[in-house]
């Protein structure tokens, strides 16, 4: 459901002077992301979602009927395509490891420890 994967924490604000703000301020952040595959899919369903379309047989003067892909057909159409599409890049090494960043020490536990 659209909303769940948000988070709002709420906490002091520390200042440079290594203090606190005397308010609360609140920090709304995402609890899940997309992956790789998942952000393709959503492009594709951005650029297909107004112009993709089907067959649909033939109109009286026998010649061919499209229409416009339902939101399902839509959905499918772009995560078949963005999983197969995933699979070849990775079969060919066109993807990059990134190291997790090394956390660091915040100023407010610094000043405490000091």
């Known amino acids: 459901m659209i909303g769940e994967d948000l988070k709002i924490l709420t906490g002091l604000e520390p200042t440079y002077g290594g203090g606190f703000v005397g308010h609360i301020s609140p920090?709304?952040?995402?609890?899940?992301?997309?992956?790789?595959?998942?952000?393709?899919?959503?492009?594709?369903?951005?650029?297909?979602?107004?112009?993709?379309?089907?067959?649909?047989?033939?109109?009286?003067?026998?010649?061919?009927?499209?229409r416009v892909m339902t939101p399902?057909?839509?959905?499918?159409?772009a995560c078949d395509t963005a999983e197969e599409t995933w699979k070849q890049i990775e079969e060919r090494g066109w993807t990059l490891a990134i190291p997790e960043p090394t956390p660091k020490k915040s100023r407010v536990r610094e000043t405490e420890e000091a």
Do not use: F, N, Y
């Open 72 to 77: 399902e057909e839509l959905a499918r159409a």
């Open 27 to 66: 920090a709304i952040h995402q609890t899940k992301q997309l992956q790789g595959p998942a952000r393709l899919a959503m492009a594709l369903v951005e650029r297909w979602g107004l112009v993709a379309c089907v067959l649909d047989g033939e109109d009286s003067a026998g010649r061919q009927k499209m």
